[in-house]
């Protein structure tokens, strides 16, 4: 028996049809949840175990000021958590292997410790946290891998917050706004030292990549800075910088100095200006044979071409209302 051969447009038809979706068989994909969200959660979850921990929850204590000018310790981070609004950042501390020491510059620095057993690697990473008002932390952790040390360095830069003073302090500027350092302050750390040195509005920063990162954090737009002894050693030119930093609070400044150069202590709360706008109004005096309204005056000026401005000079607005006087004269005698 010959079988029948099926139609082309069968098969086709076939192809054609919709096949029944089987429940499970994609994953779905987990969702994506933000920062602020996960900060929320984090803060929500918090169980405070010191008193100002507890009061931080209460709202007791909504002023970070407050607590770093009493001289208390904090001992959790999520009290500074809570009362600003902070952005962290790894320092480029390490760097990869490469010919002639030209390896990239990268966030773990790895250190190994000879032993019997082998090689043990421990990972080490410098974090800063800042608000770009005022405020700025410094941590370092160090563990046998990469994601632990970045929360110990996280965690222990949010407890290391401090805050630091701002101002106008070059003499080449007088702007009155605290954009720079009000005074040359200097950090030591091994053999490293860095100046900090105040410049005037619109220089920028003039540092090391890694310190420029920390001055931003800390609200400090232009600056210039000196360094000496072995600077290729990061960790030291960044604690070196925290240290300089720091003597910007504990430095004793005459009352007359601080008016001098703008110091400003605590953070600068920006406010956005409302614009209201206010139809113009417009004076109409009489009509007389001499007098006109100003809105035809102000019509009259702006029609002019630019060509014909710079030709002709400027004339006051008396001298206009007295032409247009006596063309209308003109025309009631017609």
Same mark, same amino acid.
């Given at each position: 028996?010959?079988?029948?051969?099926?139609?082309?447009?069968?098969?086709?038809?076939?192809?054609?049809?919709?096949?029944?979706?089987?429940?499970?068989?994609?994953?779905?994909?987990?969702?994506?949840?933000?920062?602020?969200?996960?900060?929320?959660?984090? /803060?929500?979850?918090?169980?405070?175990?010191?008193?100002?921990?507890?009061?931080?929850?209460?709202?007791?204590?909504?002023?970070?000021?407050?607590?770093?000018?009493?001289?208390?310790?904090?001992?959790?981070?999520?009290?500074?958590?809570?009362?600003?609004?902070?952005?962290?950042?790894?320092?480029?501390?390490?760097?990869?292997?490469?010919?002639?020491?030209?390896?990239?510059?990268?966030?773990?620095?790895?250190?190994?410790?000879?032993?019997?057993?082998?090689?043990?690697?421990?990972?080490?990473?410098?974090?800063?946290?800042?608000?770009?008002?005022?405020?700025?932390?410094?941590?370092?952790?160090?563990?046998?891998?990469?994601?632990?040390?970045?929360?110990?360095?996280?965690?222990?830069?949010?407890?290391? =917050?401090?805050?630091?003073?701002?101002?106008?302090?070059?003499?080449?500027?007088?702007?009155?706004?605290?954009?720079?350092?009000?005074?040359? =302050?200097?950090?030591?750390?091994?053999? =490293?030292?860095?100046? /900090?040195?105040?410049?005037?509005?619109?220089?920028?920063?003039?540092?090391?990549?890694?310190?420029?990162?920390? /001055?931003?954090?800390?609200?400090?737009?232009?600056?210039?800075?000196?360094?000496?002894?072995?600077?290729?050693?990061?960790?030291?030119?960044?604690?070196?910088?925290?240290?300089?930093?720091?003597?910007?609070?504990?430095?004793?400044?005459?009352?007359?100095?601080?008016?001098?150069?703008?110091?400003?202590?605590?953070?600068?709360?920006?406010?956005?200006?409302?614009?209201?706008?206010?139809?113009?109004?417009?004076?109409?005096?009489?009509?007389?044979?001499?007098?006109?309204?100003?809105?035809?005056?102000?019509?009259?000026?702006?029609?002019?071409?630019?060509?014909?401005?710079?030709?002709?000079?400027?004339?006051?607005?008396?001298?206009?209302?007295?032409?247009?006087?006596?063309?209308?004269?003109?025309?009631?005698?017609?």
């Amino acid at each position: 028996m010959i079988k029948p051969q099926r139609s082309r447009t069968s098969k086709r038809e076939g192809s054609r049809r919709e096949r029944p979706k089987r429940e499970g068989s994609r994953r779905e994909r987990p969702k994506k949840i933000s920062e602020a969200e996960l900060k929320k959660n984090r /803060l929500d979850a918090w169980n405070p175990k010191t008193e100002i921990g507890r009061k931080v929850k209460s709202k007791e204590l909504k002023n970070i000021d407050v607590l770093l000018n009493s001289g208390r310790k904090i001992i959790e981070s999520e009290v500074t958590e809570s009362l600003l609004d902070l952005s962290s950042e790894l320092l480029l501390v390490g760097q990869s292997k490469g010919k002639f020491g030209g390896g990239q510059r990268r966030v773990f620095r790895p250190t190994q410790k000879k032993t019997k057993e082998g090689n043990k690697i421990k990972f080490s990473t410098i974090c800063i946290v800042g608000d770009h008002d005022g405020h700025i932390g410094i941590g370092f952790g160090k563990a046998k891998e990469t994601v632990p040390a970045r929360e110990k360095a996280t965690r222990e830069a949010k407890l290391n =917050v401090f805050k630091i003073r701002r101002g106008c302090g070059s003499w080449e500027c007088n702007c009155g706004e605290p954009h720079t350092v009000p005074f040359a =302050v200097e950090g030591k750390c091994g053999s =490293v030292i860095i100046k /900090l040195i105040p410049a005037p509005k619109g220089k920028g920063l003039c540092v090391e990549s890694e310190i420029a990162k920390i /001055l931003d954090y800390a609200g400090i737009k232009d600056c210039w800075s000196k360094t000496r002894g072995q600077t290729k050693n990061r960790i030291n030119l960044i604690f070196a910088a925290e240290q300089a930093l720091r003597k910007l609070t504990t430095t004793k400044v005459r009352e007359i100095d601080s008016k001098n150069t703008f110091i400003v202590d605590e953070s600068i709360k920006k406010e956005k200006k409302k614009i209201i706008e206010e139809p113009i109004k417009t004076k109409k005096v009489k009509k007389d044979e001499e007098d006109i309204l100003e809105e035809d005056i102000i019509r009259v000026e702006s029609v002019l071409p630019l060509e014909q401005e710079d030709e002709k000079p400027k004339k006051s607005s008396k001298i206009g209302m007295k032409a247009k006087s006596s063309k209308s004269k003109s025309k009631s005698k017609k």
